[in-house]
């Protein structure tokens, strides 16, 4: 029982150092926002809403690669009726309209800033060929 002074002690640095990141991110007041992008010149929408393309994304090219390669389906439909080529070339086009880098031209505007944002390495372009610049 000698020891129960240190060892209240001891759970008290404990608790103080395990929960830091929490209590001095309240104290420093600092919002941490998500990364700013620029919409593409000419286009007031993206296939799907901006919520949607925030977290669906990725599940999005998923089923898109299924598509493609399992099933030949080229061209995707959107909720809003327009048609895409299930492309990451912005210079495939279904018959209606073009693809994710016929408008996200710079993949560093676009791409990277948000997986750099969350630190993902997606494996696209082990793949394909990464855009350059503007296409």
Known sequence: ???KGRIVLGLLVFLVLATFPIWYNLGSGGEV????????EGESRCIEDVATMR?????????WRDDVIRRSERVYTSTD???FA???SGLTRARDGGSCMSCHRNKGEFCDK???YVAATPYCWDCHVEPRGDL
């Open 114 to 116: 948000c997986h750099d």
């Open 55 to 63: 977290t669906e994304h990725m599940q999005l090219l998923m089923d």
């Open 81 to 83: 009726g327009r048609r």
């Open 86 to 88: 299930k492309s990451l």
């Open 33 to 40: 926002r998500s990364p700013e992008l620029q919409r593409p």
């Open 1 to 3: 029982m000698r020891d």
